[in-house]
């Protein structure tokens, strides 16, 4: 599914619940540590290491779509972990040792309180 694709469904989405429209992404980082010169400057450099080295493996497998409970995790699609994602994520966890973010690879499709008759329609 092509990031034009998720934009769409997530714009249908969030305009058949009256909600602000998002861009699909992946969250990756929880913003815990204030994102300063140097965090900038690592998430630079891990972007040209994956642009250089690891561009095939950004190709990313859904598992499965589902609604959830969470607020983020209201009607989303469940992303294979793979090798590209946990060097990432092993990265930026580097910058914030403290964090208690735990990476569950996934793209949102519609934020909110979970009306589950109102997505399924």
Do not use: W
């Amino acid at each position: 599914m092509s990031s034009l694709v998720l934009e769409e469904v997530i714009a249908s989405n969030m305009a058949l619940l009256n909600r602000p429209n998002f861009l699909p992404h992946m969250t990756l980082f929880d913003g815990t540590q204030a994102l300063n010169e140097k965090c900038q400057e690592h998430f630079a450099a891990i972007v040209d290491v994956i642009n250089s080295n690891h561009k095939e493996l950004l190709t990313l497998k859904i598992v499965s779509c589902t609604l959830g409970q969470q607020f983020y995790k209201s009607f989303y699609c469940e992303i294979e972990y793979n090798k590209a994602l946990r060097f990432i994520y092993n990265q930026v966890q580097n910058l914030d040792t403290a964090s208690k973010y735990t990476l569950l690879p996934h793209v949102s499709l519609a934020y909110g309180n979970n009306d589950k008759k109102q997505l399924r329609n």
